[in-house]
């Protein structure tokens, strides 16, 4: 089947029946068409062989045209020939035990909608030179048309404010963690499940009924015992954005706003601040460096063991860092840009009561 995902034909080919059925359930929002794929996704027990590889540190290969990066229960294969070819491998991992101290008390193949997105289907855009990954939660005005980005580091707001926003104020969906975004100041729909965690939903009954609704008792106590003994930004759960929200977007929509958040005990009630083009692009890019180490970690040995080999490296660094650049000063440019400080000590229900009234 082939989806238009990120402006991009993603053709994905999948023989396993229960990952075929989870994954299609996942990615039932982007549309479908019958164009010529731009990228294929095969998931599968078996990866294509190659004869000469470096295989530095353990968990990494390189081969000509190709890299492999192992996540230890999955492991994912990239190869750049006519077109890019990515190949993902998973373990059916059945340990009860280690579901339960989980963050989101899942199987392996439970998450397979979450590892296609964030290793799969998100870092796919580094391999070409026309999107830029940005580290936000982003929605649209349905009244205004006015589409609005929250970046910042995790667990500082951006998805209790994606929540207020689309549960009450009337704002559509567009993306919860990872938003992709092209020079023209333009945003495509990221539509994996958004990941609530137990701080996002408290005095929200409303919410919290539907996170576990028709799911058995064990996963409720799992909730409540890893925050009682772990805390509340321990323990989420993904679920789909048409079970919480009215409105999705499945079209690319163009920012008007982008909103860094942090967290701050330089004041004592939420104050915002436009920030420059030159600001917005600095930030944005150390937060979205930290959040993809893993997958850049696995770029920078691919460069090293390509260096050692002879080998021309599918992808680097320094083309990587240069087009984000690139597009993120183009994008902000057309953006007005502000930074949100948000006391130390806020109370989450003061936190989302106060920023209500700016984004009615």
Known sequence: MIYEIFGRNIQINIENIQLKNILKEELQHYLINNKNADVIITIGEHFPKEQEFSNTPTIHKSFKNAFLSDYGSYKILYINDVQL???????????????????????????????????????LNLFFNDRALIHASTMKNLYNGRT?????????????????????????FISDDIAIVTKDSGVYPNLAYP??????????????????????????????FIKK?????????????????????VNKNYVDEYYVLFKTNTVTSIEIFPITEEEATSVSFKIIQ?????????????????????????????????????IYENF????????????IDIKHDEFLNQMKDKFK
């Open 85 to 123: 070819n990515i190949y993902v491998s998973m373990e059916n991992i059945n340990n009860f035990l280690r579901k339960f101290i989980s963050i989101d008390f899942r199987e392996n193949y439970d998450r397979i909608g979450h590892i296609v997105h964030e290793l799969v289907l998100v870092p």
């Open 148 to 172: 609005v980005m929250f970046g910042g580091t995790g667990g500082v707001g951006k998805t209790s404010l994606e929540l207020l926003l689309c549960r009450e104020l009337n704002y559509s």
């Open 195 to 224: 990941k609530i965690y137990a701080y996002n939903v408290e005095n929200n009954k409303s919410l919290e009924k539907i996170l576990f609704s028709n799911k058995p008792y064990i996963d409720k106590l799992q909730w409540n």
């Open 229 to 249: 003994y772990r805390g509340n930004n321990r323990v989420r759960r993904s679920i789909s954005p048409s079970k919480i929200y009215n409105s999705i977007e």
């Open 290 to 326: 930290n959040e993809y180490q893993s997958v850049f970690q696995h770029i920078i040995w691919h460069e090293y063991n390509c260096e050692l080999m002879n080998f021309s490296p599918l992808i680097t660094m320094k083309n990587i860092n240069q087009v984000t650049v690139d």
């Open 332 to 343: 902000f440019k057309k953006v007005k840009c502000y930074k949100i400080k948000i006391p």
